[in-house]
């Protein structure tokens, strides 16, 4: 059976052809190059994803021991909103693909409703779940209220009372001291 995938027969044979005289082989090697060009240059330069690039990395080698606890508070909190904007910027990306693969998938004639249907029930189910983790981890640990900064302890955050922030370091020596 291997015998007539021989690829020196097919060298022979497109020898054979290629010296028998026809005005057109010229125009049809030229047409076929073309083609097979077109083809793989489309494919080539259809890439739209591009993967961000990796975050630079700061190694944090020491805190400022005298910093108080509301500037903490507030690094934190601007920390967090960085973070979030970081997550919206993602999120836009995603939508942004999803919607060339529905436009990739309307043109091909693929029905798309069924699969952005089951995307948006796992992203609904991912969401459930996490909201399911917060609500464990603050009623075991608590929170800290993000614009106040006020603790809120795993007893407080249902009833929705908040403590003013702990106190460590040298602004808890000097209230112990009585200064």
Sequence with gaps: MFRLFNPAVAVRDF???WVQENPHRLRILLLSGAATFAIFGTMFGES???QPRPPEVTYITSYQGERSDAEIIAENIANQRE???RFAEADARREAARQ???AVGSATGVDTDEARAEGEAERRQYERDLAEAR???ISR???I???TGAIVGPDQAESGQAEAPARNGPEQAAIDAGE
């Design 15 to 17: 020898r054979e052809v």
């Design 48 to 50: 739209h994803l591009i």
């Design 83 to 85: 973070k979030n904007e």
């Design 100 to 102: 060339a693969y529905e």
């Design 135 to 137: 609500a464990r981890a």
């Design 141 to 143: 640990w608590g929170t």
């Design 145 to 147: 209220d993000p614009e």
